[in-house]
């Protein structure tokens, strides 16, 4: 016996407004939580690894002036 192919309107499924809504939430709510336990992780190595405590490590600073040299 010969299997029948789906067509493509038979894949897709017929959602509410309600529904929909639902899955955006829990999608969003997911990416967000994702996202606080990404920035932390990322957080954490850089205050891991940053030479001064005060410093800003997301800055990039093209303009910084080197350190005055000691004269004696």
Not at 23 to 43: C, K, S, V
Not at 64 to 70: E, K, S, V, Y
């Amino acid at each position: 016996m010969a299997r029948k192919r789906r067509t493509e309107q038979e894949h897709q499924l017929a959602l509410s407004d309600e529904a929909a809504a639902y899955i955006a939430d829990a999608l969003m709510q997911l990416a967000l939580n994702f996202e606080n336990a990404h920035h932390a992780q990322i957080r954490r190595h850089y205050e891991a690894i940053a030479p001064e405590p005060d410093a800003d490590v997301r800055q990039l600073d093209l303009f910084r002036q080197p350190a005055p040299r000691d004269p004696g």
